[in-house]
């Protein structure tokens, strides 16, 4: 997920901020079978897509916290990132509730409701992706897939067209904290999880930041960043878990709404 920019310079930081934040596309992978993952959600603004994200209810989109979503919209039903689809739904977003206790200097807590204005009407390109029953930590070794409409290559104007996946594997935290990976900027903590490929070439990127790990069919994450250049071996993607408490936190906030 290299593309997440942990990026700790000031001049990188704004630069995020104008592309939407951590965003993060897919780096290694293929393009879907056309509205095959009716979860997905595009959070678009005036310049493209800025972050991914996953229907949970017919009015509720989980996403990243870091995600810059004013003067956005949502578009659900979607397989192109250009082309208007019969299947779309588009959405104004009625409110942004990022978790209690994000943190963005350690990302922390990267997760954030948005209630759209309006219910999706489900069918076979819209559904909801079911809250996991628990919050069990993917072992090491654990193949999951990230899915979304980002970058494809480390270079200028490479956003996919079309929503790509890519399988990737959990990595442990050790190995992600040590010299040759993150070495503790930031810490990769209990809360997220770290996953990509032994040589890298596999990994979210810009544009992909809020769409859902999926590990055995069961969501368990949320692209959350990563290193400047997607792919590397040194910087594999981090994801926030969904843990106990944020589980807690989101069937309490979307409740019967």
């Known amino acids: 997920m290299g593309a997440f920019l942990p990026w700790y310079t000031f001049t990188a930081v704004i630069l995020l901020a104008i592309h939407g934040g951590l965003c993060v596309d897919i780096i290694g992978g293929k393009e879907v079978e056309p509205h095959s993952r009716p979860f997905m959600a595009q959070i678009k603004g005036r310049g493209g897509i800025i972050c991914g994200g996953a229907l949970i209810k017919e009015n509720w989109v989980l996403t990243a916290a870091h995600c810059k979503v004013k003067n956005s919209k949502v578009i659900l039903g979607a397989h192109s990132s250009k082309k208007r689809e019969k299947e779309q739904q588009a959405f104004q ?9 994000y943190d963005p200097s350690t990302k922390e807590n990267d997760i954030m409701l948005l209630q759209l204005q309006g219910r999706a009407k489900l069918n076979k390109a819209v559904q909801p992706i079911p809250l996991p029953p628990s919050d069990d930590d993917p072992k090491p070794g654990t193949v999951c897939t990230v899915a979304g409409w980002g970058k494809t290559k480390n270079h200028p104007g490479s956003y996919s067209t079309t929503l790509m996946e890519v ?3 959990v990595i442990k935290r050790e190995i992600c904290n040590d010299k040759m990976h993150y070495n503790g900027k930031p810490v990769i903590t209990e809360n997220m999880i770290c996953a990509g490929a032994k040589n890298g070439k596999k ?14 069919n069961i969501m368990r994450g949320i692209t959350s960043f990563g290193k400047k250049e997607c792919g590397s071996a040194h910087g594999p993607g981090v994801y926030t878990r969904l843990t106990k408490r944020h589980l807690e936190w989101i069937r309490k906030t979307i409740g019967g709404a």
């Open 93 to 101: 977003i009625a409110k942004e509730i990022p978790y209690t206790c």
């Open 167 to 169: 399988n990737i594997t």
């Open 203 to 216: 990994d979210s990127c810009h544009g992909d930041s809020g769409g859902p790990l999926r590990c055995n």
